[in-house]
Every structure is written in structure tokens, then in C-alpha cells.
């Protein structure tokens, strides 16, 4: 599984009371940068490739709230630890514990 980068999102300078072009400059690179970090992230994300269900990372190692993609579920019902072997694919994500439909 691909590792996403995390970002903070950027502090923006104060505006002046009057109008400054290398005010307005500066902010607009600042948020040309962040925005550019949106799409790279972004694009990372729907990247994804499909795992087995046998191939999932540890669940116990991704942490609570991590998600990822199957294309093998057996009768995924929404909830439930998904069980591999069949032809479904399905989000699934992490509880902590185990992988489970959703």
C-alpha cells in the first residue's frame, strides 16, 4: 500500500488595508502550493490498486480508520469482516483489528 503524504495546511499572511501586489503574490503562490499538494494527494489516493483479501496489510498496523480495496469478497455484507475468495470488489476499512466491509 502506498504511503500518503500529510500536510499541514499553509498559514496565510495578513492581508494589508490597502491593496499590495506582492501581497496578493505572495498569497497566491502560498495557495497555488497547497493546492498543487491537494492534487498530488489526491491523485495518490485514487491510485489505489485492489488487494486480496489475503494480501491486506495488518489491519492491527494501519490503525483504525485506514481503507483500502478488495477484489476477491465473498458476500460482503456492510460491517462485517470480509472474508476473500469471491469475485466482489469492495472498500473496506480498518477497525483496528480487523478489515471489515464499508
Not at 498559514?11 to 494589508?16: D, F, I, R, T
Not at 465473498?74 to 472498500?91: C, D, E, L, R, S
Request: zero cysteines.
Amino acid at each position: 500500500m502506498a504511503t500518503v503524504q500529510i500536510f499541514a495546511s499553509p498559514s496565510l499572511p495578513l492581508a494589508p488595508k490597502e491593496f499590495e501586489q506582492q501581497y496578493q503574490d505572495q498569497l497566491n503562490n502560498i495557495l497555488r502550493l497547497y493546492f498543487n499538494q491537494i492534487q498530488t494527494t489526491l491523485g495518490q489516493l485514487s491510485a489505489t490498486t485492489n488487494f486480496l483479501v489475503a494480501d491486506l496489510p495488518s489491519a492491527v498496523d494501519f490503525g483504525s480508520g485506514a481503507r483500502a480495496f478488495v477484489s476477491d469478497a465473498t458476500g460482503p455484507t456492510f460491517g462485517n469482516v470480509v472474508v476473500g475468495g469471491g469475485a466482489v470488489k469492495t472498500p473496506v476499512y480498518s477497525d483496528g483489528t480487523d478489515w471489515r466491509v464499508g
